[in-house]
């Protein structure tokens, strides 16, 4: 599964661009199984916001997170200090990646 899902981007110092695989072999410490125990409306597995945003390395002029997603062409801007620390990116939904 080497396919690009995740691409950080923009004002950063690192941009990243990361496969399902990539994400998977993030450390442990840096997993976030099961996301339903802070919303049970959200099942899945992700990665902790903190261990992306300490690859990519934002820029001091980065202020907000733009998220986009291209199968539903969804679009979200979030200032980068309110998620910064309690985001989650869930990529994996029982073993696979999202549909």
Excluded: W
Aim: charged share 25%; hydrophobic share 40%; net charge negative.
């Amino acid at each position: 599964m080497s396919e690009i899902v995740l691409r950080v981007e923009g004002e950063v110092e690192q941009p990243l661009k990361l496969s399902f695989d990539d994400l998977a072999r993030f450390p442990v410490e840096e997993q976030v199984p099961d996301v339903s125990r802070f919303n049970p409306k959200r099942p899945g597995d992700g990665i902790a916001l903190t261990a992306l945003l300490k690859r990519a390395r934002p820029r001091a002029s980065a202020t907000y997170l733009t998220l986009h997603a291209t199968a539903d062409d969804f679009h979200a801007s979030v200032p980068l200090d309110a998620v910064c620390d309690e985001g989650i990116v869930v990529y994996r939904l029982e073993g696979q990646p999202l549909p």
